[in-house]
């Protein structure tokens, strides 16, 4: 009997695979049709700060209040309350039409708006909460601190707004991506000790503490820019990933399974039931579908589960924990192979 059951930032689930936010998870009808497909947890599709202020600012210049200020911030609020009420509708329908996780997924730009949204989401009952870093630093006075400095701020946003259990969805582009995701997924002591009051016997001097994720996803797949060379005009790039996408997240949880506190989920990449394979040897927690959902439809995720349980038997797994990570670099003999890119290439017999 094969067991596909997992548990990823403390929920259980029926197994390892997870519709991504997209427009798939957009609508209470597409959640409903992707957990009846067989999906373990369903994150949303994005709640975008942008969109909600774009809304507000057409709002406030319909209502011609400019110089009012008490009037001008009243619609502001209303307008935000009104941009988030569709969403936490659909998150609180969610949660009652499907048995399976049910993870939100917010997108700020302002620092505030952060723990603001991750309030009115645990309100309403969701499972989790995914944060959504869509930043990309294109400027040069941004320094590599002042990133990950960001990347920490946001996550500290939350926490200490919230006790729902988080992930951070976050992009490759990091100088020193292994040293960022040590900071964001592993809990530490913050600055130097300090006392509150009289410490009595046995009593030591406290620390301030700082708490990762729960849970890091790798990567965020960011617009893809492109130049329409007949239009002499800006357009989008493909947005579906492909699967030759799968091994920049395959190498990063590879090389970081076993080293941080928190889960790690795979994404990017992912079309079939060899790839979930792949990235649950390398120690993914669990692994996030998208694309191929698109391409192929919700039944691909049936095909997929079908894939892994087949893989499973045939290698004499009877559960995930049999196998996960087993060939991460922790767990490696000779892990400089993880590392020494002319020698894989060398093995793949291109010279």
Same mark, same amino acid.
């Given at each position: 009997m094969i067991d596909l059951t997992t548990s990823y930032m403390g929920l259980q689930l029926k197994n390892p695979l997870i519709v991504s936010s997209s427009g798939l998870t957009k609508t209470l009808q597409g959640v409903k049709k992707c957990a009846e497909a067989g999906a373990g947890a369903i994150v949303l599709k994005s709640?975008?700060?942008?969109? &909600?202020?774009?809304?507000? $600012?057409?709002?406030?210049?319909?209502?011609? &209040?400019? $110089?009012?200020?008490? %009037?001008f911030e009243y619609l502001q609020g209303y307008g935000r309350a009104l941009g988030t009420r569709d969403y936490l509708q659909l998150l609180r329908d969610a949660k009652q039409a499907v048995d399976v996780p049910v993870i939100a997924s917010i997108n700020c730009v302002t620092d505030e708006r952060w723990g603001e949204f991750a309030v009115q989401l645990a309100q309403a009952g969701a499972d989790g909460l995914e944060i959504n870093i869509g930043f990309l630093p294109n400027t %040069? #006075? =941004?320094? *590599? =601190? #002042?990133?990950?400095? !960001?990347?920490? !701020?946001i996550l500290s946003a939350?926490?200490?707004?919230?006790?729902l259990p988080v992930a951070l969805k976050i992009g490759p582009y990091i100088s020193s991506f292994a040293h960022l995701a040590d900071r964001l997924g592993n809990d530490r002591m913050e600055g130097p000790p300090f006392t509150v009051g009289w410490c009595g016997p046995g009593e030591s001097e406290k620390h301030t503490t700082w708490q990762g994720? #729960? %849970?890091l996803v790798l990567f965020n797949r960011f617009y893809h820019f492109d130049i329409d060379v007949d239009t002499l005009q800006l357009a989008g790039g493909n947005p579906y990933s492909t699967a030759a996408e799968l091994h920049l997240p395959l190498r990063? &949880? *590879? =090389?970081l399974a076993g080293r941080l506190k928190c889960d790690l989920a795979a994404t990017t990449g992912v079309h079939d039931g060899r790839d979930v394979v792949k990235q649950l040897l390398a120690g993914a927690t669990v692994v996030q579908v998208c694309s191929t959902l698109y391409r192929n439809g919700l039944g691909q995720i049936g095909l997929i589960l079908d894939q892994l349980e087949e893989w499973m038997q045939a290698h004499g797994f009877a559960g995930l924990e049999d196998f996960r990570g087993i060939l991460s670099q922790a767990h490696s003999d000779h892990p400089k192979d993880y590392e020494r890119l002319q020698y894989i290439k060398a093995l793949v017999g291109v010279e």
């Open positions: 709640l975008y700060e942008e969109e &909600i202020m774009a809304e507000v $600012g057409k709002l406030t210049q319909q209502a011609g &209040i400019a $110089g009012h200020t008490e %009037a %040069a #006075d =941004l320094t *590599s =601190l #002042d990133v990950e400095e !960001r990347y920490e !701020r939350v926490r200490t707004r919230v006790e994720a #729960d %849970a990063w &949880i *590879s =090389l």
